[in-house]
Nanobody, 123 residues
Framework: QVQLVEAGGQLVQPGGSLRLSCAAS????????MGWFRQAPGKEREFVVR????????YYGDFVKGRVVISRDNAKNTAYLQMGSLRPGDTAVYFC????????????????WGRGTQVTVSS
């Protein structure tokens, strides 16, 4: 198994940027495809982006294309989510998740989850 801990969430002004991190421990990090999801109050968990095990392939949710970049450093057992041009609608708890089954945007494909980090976009 792998354990995941997100960090970096905070209050940011509209138009600002933010980088979230996801630190992994336990089983070898490099065997997992890593995904980021978000969940706003009263809404379902929403796919943001996914990166393959060695970072060669990325799959983005439609609503974030051009505004986010996912990356990973397997030597540091960490995945990152760089977000820019943030909007109030981006306010949510952001979760990182791990899987080895090749899934993309369905939360049920990800058996391992962190507890999330709160991102609030407000002036």
């Amino acid at each position: 198994q792998v354990q995941l801990v997100e960090a970096g969430g905070q209050l940011v002004q509209p138009g600002g940027s933010l980088r979230l991190s996801c630190a992994a421990s336990g089983r070898t990090f490099s065997v997992y495809n890593m995904g980021w999801f978000r969940q706003a109050p009263g809404k379902e968990r929403e796919f943001v982006v996914r990166i393959s095990t060695r970072g060669f392939n990325r799959y983005y949710g439609d609503f974030v294309k051009g505004r986010v970049v996912i990356s990973r450093d397997n030597a540091k057992n960490t995945a990152y989510l760089q977000m820019g041009s943030l909007r109030p609608g981006d306010t949510a708890v952001y979760f990182c998740a791990a899987q080895t089954n090749g899934g993309d945007d369905d939360p049920v494909d990800y058996p391992y989850w962190g507890r999330g980090t709160q991102v609030t976009v407000s002036s």
